[in-house]
């Protein structure tokens, strides 16, 4: 199989073969845009490499130097010739993962292609600028010496050696570092640089950031081998990353930066702080005319905001790259709205283009207007990615975990502060503007971020920095607006998320389009409005026992657990009683006319029972017994192992009268709804069950209280009776107990604890070496296992429907999970629950899994 493509030989269709990078390339020039040439070394090519225990196979070399034949004759340069080719080596994977892997500029320079392009420039210091840039960055690259060695070197010599000489000077720090002569031979440059690149794909930083945006390792990278564009000839030359609308806040306008006078990774690794590019009309203005046109066409061509790279060769314009650019969730749903206004997209095509993952940061809300007028403003950099932050400072990657709300300020991002940016709740650096490699990471994860702050000065050794006159040291509090790239000290308040009409209306999309009902996970009043203000279409789980871990009510289910004689029982039930019902009658309220699964009491026991001696000493005194006697009861109440101890249904079969009363609060509640006008729906769900006989039985005693009730009450309500799918003998069951319930909900949490044997506490303690070496590829409770798990899912749902009138869906962890969701779509679920704060996620998702998996 073919392995190796001119440009022309390509096309964006072919990205999973090609790259990003390379597919791209080809698409932009079979559109006639100007672009050096170049060839792409396959994905496939990768993945043989990797078969082949990182060796380029003798084929692949041969094919390689055929093509570069081709391209010698394209370009009427070679790398032995009177007119010297030079090239740029880079990575380009299917997926963009910005800096995540490594790219060398100026290959084939060596002592004989110096002097020809010295002969052909007219310009010493221009070509030895090259020679000594390449030197730095394939040392570094390829052999992995420290680029920081260079900088010192350039700097201790400047001026004070010769061009010539500073050059052996770089090739002896190269030979005293590696032990090797550097390579004279471009051929050997170039096999060396390809290796360099494929390798990559391995590094630590790829593999951090294709976990953490769930990227699959299989797929490899592709290499691009391209002509080499010089932005650093002259003060007509330049480079610069720009975007076809801003990505901060979708505003349709061109929004870039660029430098004269300079290289590519000048300006991506935030070395120097560039200029805005609307001065690039001021300085070259035919040229940014000529992209601004340029921009226009790759915009519309391809159907969605571009991320542009671009280099000026003494007043000539030519493309580097184009791809779908990283924007924040606001810029995100601003030019969705907007590409559809415009008529460049269908509603269907707009809602596939926003990544739900990252949507709940539109949720944050911004700083109050009242709270900055007495804030202390730091300073100011530039926005970044949009958004607000509060957290404390902290200088290293290393040090930001997820324990506390941190904000990582650096000097510069590079890409091995990849894992720090994805725990940090923003991003600060000191240099670099919005297209560098903190903004665009950032923005790609919906993360806040303020760049080329320069009046921030970082003292490592103290852990401190200095900012116009202000000392913060980490650990300490700084808010931080990406909106306006402003900087205060401490915590600043934050106004309550709301919906924006461009928000709205990307939601109504969503909603008219998508086949799956989306609940929230609700167990008080509060989270009841919440979810109901982000579209929340009923509660798909209200967990009881979370209803008494407010203080106040606590000692009621501890009094209750804790009761011995029937007296004590009779009264502990009786507040229990008074508090549900309240509770239950104040959420309906919330829903009016919504469904409301109630699941029935689910502790382990043991998360009620005091601890401390004097919640000890106040329960002894509550009930009127000894110290002694609660310590007694404690002591006889405690499982070995919690999570498979006395909990869930288990405590219908031994206290019946628990459920019984819950039952009984929540039709009464009902009740007292419908009498006040509201047609509610309560539907009570039995959790942990494992088999019919055990769901009888507590059916049997529910649906006795609930008939009580109507007695009493003189009125009926509608209502179902439903389990919490949560076992795999559950699961294998599902048809016995299918035939007995309204509905199921799959408490994926649990299912996936007792199908995979894995405890959600403490399978963090050896989880991570679990993905490092590849044994499993994505978090389990955070995305929903499909070959264990799902199958259990897949198979309770066929067996289920055999009653043809229930009802499914899921809650828990993987109903906000848009990679679950996508599943549940594909298996048939009727619903799924989330967490009020990801109910938005799940709209979107599910609107994307039903155009994609649509019947």
């Not at 060769?313 to 924007?327: I, V, Y």
């Not at 999309?509 to 919440?530: F, H, P």
């Not at 407010?550 to 011995?564: A, E, F, P």
């Not at 249904?649 to 007292?672: D, F, H, K, M, S």
Request: hydrophobic content about 40%; some cysteine.
């Amino acid at each position: 199989m073919k392995k190796v493509y001119l440009f022309a030989e390509g096309n964006k269709n072919m990205i999973n073969l090609l790259g990003g990078k390379g597919g791209n390339l080809s698409e932009m020039k079979s559109i006639g845009l100007p672009i050096p040439e170049g060839i792409i070394i396959s994905t496939e090519a990768c993945k043989e490499y990797y078969k082949n225990e990182r060796v380029l196979s003798t084929e692949l070399k041969k094919e390689i130097l055929e093509q570069i034949d081709k391209l010698e004759k394209l370009t009427g340069k070679s790398f032995e010739g009177e007119h010297p080719l030079l090239v740029s080596v880079r990575s380009g994977a299917p997926v963009s993962m910005p800096g995540m892997m490594d790219t060398i500029l100026n290959l084939g320079m060596n002592d004989e292609t110096a002097k020809k392009m010295i002969e052909i420039f007219k310009d010493e210091d221009f070509v030895y600028d090259l020679y000594f840039r390449f030197i730095q960055m394939f040392s570094e690259i390829v052999m992995g010496v420290e680029k920081e060695l260079f900088f010192k070197l350039r700097e201790k010599l400047k001026g004070r050696l010769s061009n010539l000489e500073l050059i052996n000077k770089a090739k002896i720090m190269y030979w005293e570092e590696t032990g090797e002569f550097f390579p004279e031979s471009a051929k050997e440059q170039l096999f060396m640089a390809i290796n360099s690149i494929f390798k990559s794909w391995e590094n630590e930083r790829a593999k951090v950031y294709r976990r953490i945006n769930r990227i699959d390792d299989s797929m490899g990278t592709a290499v691009v081998i391209q002509e080499m564009v010089f932005g650093n000839l002259n003060e007509k030359s330049g480079t610069g990353v720009a975007f076809t609308r801003n990505p901060s806040t979708g505003e349709k306008n061109i929004f870039g930066e660029y430098l004269l006078k300079a290289q590519g990774e000048d300006i991506v690794a935030g070395i120097r702080t560039p200029e805005a590019i609307e001065r690039l009309r001021e300085e070259l203005p035919d040229i940014y005319e000529e992209f601004v046109k340029i921009a226009c066409i790759l915009e519309k061509h391809n159907k969605d905001m571009q991320d542009i790279e671009f280099t000026i060769e003494d007043g000539k314009l030519f493309l580097l790259q184009t791809r779908n650019g990283k924007r924040s969730p606001y810029a995100a749903i601003k030019i969705a709205v907007d590409m559809v206004k415009e008529g460049l997209l269908t509603k269907e095509e707009a809602i596939m283009k926003v990544d739900p993952a990252v949507l709940p940061q539109l949720l944050h809300g911004n700083f109050e207007p009242a709270a900055l007028k007495n804030a202390t403003l730091l300073g100011k950099g530039l926005a970044g990615s949009a958004g607000v932050a509060i957290g404390r400072v902290v200088f290293a990657s290393e040090r930001v975990h997820t324990k506390e709300m941190t904000i990582l300020v650096r000097e510069e991002t590079s890409p091995e502060d990849i894992k720090g940016i994805s725990l940090a709740q923003g991003i600060v650096t000191v240099k670099g503007g919005a297209t560098s490699h903190g903004a665009v990471v950032a923005r790609g994860m919906g993360k806040c971020c303020v760049t080329g702050c320069g009046d921030i000065k970082i003292d490592d050794i103290r852990r401190e920095m200095t900012i116009n006159g202000y000392t913060v040291k980490e650990g300490e509090f700084i808010s931080i607006s990406g909106y306006t790239g402003e900087i205060y000290l401490g915590k600043v308040g934050l106004t309550k998320p709301q919906f924006d009409d461009n928000l709205k209306e990307f939601v109504s999309w969503c909603k008219e389009i998508k086949r799956l009902g989306i609940r929230m996970n609700a167990d008080t009043v509060t989270d009841a409005q919440l979810g109901k203000g982000f579209g929340a279409e009923g509660i798909g789980l209200c967990r009881t026992e979370h209803m008494f871990f407010q203080k106040d009510k606590i000692w009621t289910i501890r009094g209750m657990i804790l009761s011995h004689d029937t007296d004590e029982v009779a009264r502990a039930l009786e507040k229990m009683h008074q508090l549900q019902r309240e509770d239950f009658y104040n959420i309906f309220k919330v829903v009016e006319n919504d469904v409301v699964i109630v699941r029935l009491l689910d502790p382990p026991l043991h998360e009620f029972l005091p601890k401390e001696q004097k919640d000890k000493e106040k329960m002894a005194e509550i009930l009127g017994v000894s110290l002694e006697e609660i310590e007694r009861r404690v002591r006889n109440l405690k499982d070995e192992n919690p999570m498979l101890g006395h909990r869930g249904c288990r405590l219908a079969v031994t206290r019946p009268e628990l459920y019984n009363v819950q039952a009984r609060a929540i039709i009464e509640a009902g009740i007292q709804c419908k009498r006040e006008g509201l047609d509610v729906k309560p539907e009570i769900m039995i959790p942990l069950i494992i088999g019919a006989k055990e769901l009888l039985f507590i059916k049997k005693n529910l649906i006795t209280e609930i008939e009580k009730v109507f007695e009493e009450q003189g009125m009926r309500i509608d209502y179902k009776l439903g389990t919490m799918m949560e076992t795999p003998r559950a699961c294998l069951l599902a048809d016995e107990i299918g035939a007995e319930v309204d509905f199921f909900s799959f408490g994926t949490n649990d299912l996936t604890q007792t199908t995979m044997g894995l405890s959600r506490d403490d399978s963090v303690k050896f989880m991570p070496e679990y993905y490092e070496n590849g044994i499993l590829k994505v978090e389990p409770f955070a995305t929903i296992d499909e070959r264990g798990v799902g199958k259990l899912v897949k198979l309770a749902v066929e067996l289920g429907r055999k009653n043809p009138h229930i009802e499914m869906g899921v809650c828990g962890e993987h109903g906000g999970d848009p990679k679950s969701i996508e599943f549940f779509e594909q298996v048939g679920l009727d619903y799924v629950s989330c967490s009020p704060f990801r109910v938005l996620v799940a709209i979107v998702a599910a609107a994307q899994s039903h155009i994609k998996y649509r019947r």
